[in-house]
Nanobody
Framework: QVTLVESGGGSVQPGGSLRLSCAASGVTYSSYCVAWFRQAAGGEREGVVIMPTDGRADYFESSKGRFTASFDNANKILNLEMNSLKPADTAMYYC????????????????????WGQGTLVIVSS
């Protein structure tokens, strides 16, 4: 059974930075598709970045140029470096994974991800 556990959320002022991490356990596949999504209060879940664990990250428009995702394959940890944070980035951030490796890009809808973490809250406010 695969489980995902996020960490690193918190409160930061506009223009600040945060680093989120998502630790995966119970994974038996060598390569799979992982992602960060977020959901603001009263809003819909939206993509932040989707990437194959052995490939390049595909960012959504809202995160391009400010966020950087990476996957530590040795430790099975998905990281998200978030810089130049804005109040609009305030949301619950979720990591997700699917063993369906093909088509792992930002066209993949949330419903196609099989496993989700519990989320970590990011608040950007002055």
């Amino acid at each position: 059974q695969v489980t995902l556990v996020e960490s690193g959320g918190g409160s930061v002022q506009p223009g600040g930075s945060l680093r989120l991490s998502c630790a995966a356990s119970g994974v038996t596949y060598s390569s799979y598709c992982v992602a960060w999504f977020r959901q603001a209060a009263g809003g819909e879940r939206e993509g932040v970045v989707i990437m194959p664990t052995d490939g390049r990250a595909d960012y959504f428009e809202s995160s391009k140029g400010r966020f950087t995702a990476s996957f530590d394959n040795a430790n099975k940890i998905l990281n998200l470096e978030m810089n130049s944070l804005k109040p609009a980035d305030t949301a619950m951030y979720y990591c997700a994974a699917t063993t369906d490796y093909y088509g792992c890009n930002n066209q993949r809808p949330p419903r196609e991800f099989q496993v989700w973490g519990q989320g970590t809250l990011v608040i950007v406010s002055s």
